[in-house]
Antibody, heavy 123, light 108 residues
Framework: QVQLVQSGAEVKKPGSSVKVSCKAS????????ISWVRQAPGQGLEWMGG????????NYAQKFQGRVTITADESTSTAYMELSSLRSEDTAVYYC????????????????WGQGTLVTVSS | EIVLTQSPGTLSLSPGERATLSCRAS???????LAWYQQKPGQAPRLLIY???SRATGIPDRFSGSGSGTDFTLTISRLEPEDFAVYYC?????????FGQGTRLEIK
């Protein structure tokens, strides 16, 4: 059974950066795409970008280009999402999710999800 | 990017009734690469349907998906109390993958 376990909640100041981790277990980490999806309070789902760990190349939504960096460490089966220049509008729950059924850079559909990490941006 | 529009925004029904949720794309979704998710408060989304009509593992057969091109439908044949939630469609045929804004299914 695949499990994605994310790091804990964060409170950040505007202008700073946050790095969220997503540790996978129970599956073959390297050959599946891992995407990051965020959800602002009371809002819908927004795909930010993804990576296939075995290739190491990330693909980002244009909205986040230049502000988000997605990486993966095959040795620890962990993916990371770093978002910089934080502003209040970045307050959201950030999910990692395993993507299947797609052909990179398409993200695929998401069959397993992490539990979510709440990032609060406040002065 | 492909914009997905879900309707209605809110659907009020009673247990035992049939629910029909719509997802319309701004351009054709290649290879019917469309998925549906269910999300309950405080939980991560759960995959229900992929490839427009294939049920994910463990999903009851009262959930069914249909459609192609730009028009897709999620049908719940007989609503159970645990089905009241928010439902999202997602296209994954082109990058960026995009989600609809969601349909809230509430108890009447």
């Amino acid at each position: 059974q695949v499990q994605l376990v994310q790091s804990g909640a964060e409170v950040k100041k505007p202008g700073s950066s946050v790095k969220v981790s997503c540790k996978a277990s129970g599956g073959t980490f390297s050959s599946y795409a891992i995407s990051w999806v965020r959800q602002a309070p009371g809002q819908g789902l927004e795909w930010m970008g993804g990576i296939i760990p075995i290739f190491g190349t990330a693909n980002y939504a244009q909205k986040f280009q230049g502000r988000v960096t997605i990486t993966a460490d095959e040795s620890t089966s962990t993916a990371y999402m770093e978002l910089s220049s934080l502003r209040s509008e970045d307050t959201a729950v950030y999910y990692c999710a395993r993507g299947v059924g797609g052909s990179f850079p398409e993200p695929g559909y998401f069959d397993y999800w992490g539990q979510g990490t709440l990032v609060t941006v406040s002065s | 990017e492909i914009v997905l529009t879900q309707s209605p925004g809110t659907l009020s029904l009673s247990p035992g009734e049939r629910a029909t949720l719509s997802c319309r794309a701004s351009q054709s979704v290649s290879s019917s690469y469309l998925a549906w998710y269910q999300q309950k408060p405080g939980q991560a989304p759960r995959l229900l349907i992929y490839g427009a009509s294939s049920r994910a593992t463990g999903i009851p057969d009262r959930f069914s998906g249909s459609g192609s091109g730009t028009d897709f439908t999620l049908t719940i044949s007989r609503l159970e109390p645990e089905d009241f939630a928010v439902y999202y469609c997602q296209q994954y045929g082109s990058s960026p993958g995009t989600f609809g804004q969601g349909t809230r299914l509430e108890i009447k």
